[in-house]
Each structure stands twice: as C-alpha cells, then as structure tokens.
C-alpha cells in the first residue's frame, strides 16, 4: 500500500487566487486542471481505503478526507462547469453533445458518491465498511476515468476559444466560489 497518498489530506497543486488582466484570462483552466490532479488523487486514496486489509487509524484518517474532499471541495468544481463554463461554452456551438454527456456523468458520480459516503462514514468511525466497497469504488475510479478524459480532450480546450474578458469573467465566479470558504487558497474543487 502506497502510505504517501494515504496520507495526503488535502495535497495538490496550489492555484493563486488574486491574478489580474491576462493573468485573469489563463487562470481558469490552470485552476480546472489543477482540480483534476486533485479528483485524481482522492479516487486514488479511495481505491487504496477500498484494498486496505484493516481499519487502521491511517485509514480511517484516509476515508475522513476522502469524504470532506468529494463532498466540501469537488462541488465548488462541478458548479464551475456547470454555472460558469457551460453556458458560455454552449454558445460556441459545436460541443452540445460533450458538454450534455458531462453534466450527466456528474449526477452519476453524485450517485456513486452517495452510496460510497454511507461507507467512507462507518470507516472514519472505525468499523469495517463492508464487501460492496472495493467493487462502487472501481466504478467509481472508472466513471472519473471517462470523465476526466472529455472535459480534457473536448471540452477545456473550447475555453481558449472564448473571449478573453469572458475567461476573467469565468475567473471571477471561481474565485467567488472560493471565497465564501477559503480565504487566499484555490483548493476549493
Ligand atoms: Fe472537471
Ligand atoms: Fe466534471
């Protein structure tokens, strides 16, 4: 087992949060892909709690932040898709078909989050989670596989094609976001 990512609780790339001008046009996708390396290391700890062997005090430390992670920061990232991108994506024409498969992925993973909390909770608290963990979480690791994979192969690519002052106005709402939270962090998503 790889303890380096047990332990991580709330690691990843940090994105400053108070970029102007052009600086505030090239900062939402830094700040969408920086969210991604995250998602990608929270599936990766879910999948090591979901093969651990015992209910350790790590592991249950491990299934605290992975529950705090997928239900505090990832929705700050799931609304900047759906409030700020899509709708000024959509306008672009050309990516109806991505963008509609992204936001149902989403209710699918909220789906499978839903289920994998009630054993995220039983672990955090100490007790064994039960046979079903390790086969959702696959699914889990799976559906953000996908996922991942057309929001950086079609649709992020799309938000170098909208207007500068529309990428700082995206950048504005990510940092409002933010900041009714956080104060001068970008870990939020
Ligand atoms: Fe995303
Ligand atoms: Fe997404």
Do not use: N
């Not at 979480?137 to 799976?142: D, E, N």
Request: net charge negative; aromatic share 4%.
């Amino acid at each position: 087992m790889d303890h380096r990512i047990l332990s991580i609780a709330g690691g990843g790339t940090a994105v400053r949060l108070h970029p102007t001008g052009k600086g505030a046009a090239d900062a939402p996708l830094a700040l969408l892909r920086a969210c991604h390396e995250r998602i990608r290391l929270f599936t990766s700890m879910a999948v090591q709690i979901a093969g651990a062997a015992a209910v350790t005090e790590q592991v249950s430390q491990a299934a605290v932040a992975a529950k705090r992670y997928f239900f505090e920061a990832l929705p700050k990232h799931v609304a900047d898709e759906e409030e700020s991108l899509q709708p000024r994506l959509a306008l672009l024409g050309s990516l109806a078909s991505p963008l509609s498969e992204v936001v149902r992925q989403h209710r699918e993973l909220e789906d499978v989050l839903d289920r994998l909390e009630v054993f995220w909770r039983r672990i955090a608290s100490g007790e064994s989670p039960g046979a079903p963990l390790p086969a959702l979480t696959g699914r889990m690791a799976q559906l953000w596989d996908a996922h991942l994979a057309i929001e950086e192969q079609d649709v992020f690519p799309a938000v170098q094609r909208l207007d500068p002052d529309e990428r700082g106005a995206i950048w504005q709402e990510m940092r409002a976001r933010r900041a009714r939270t956080e104060v001068a962090s970008a870990k939020g998503g």
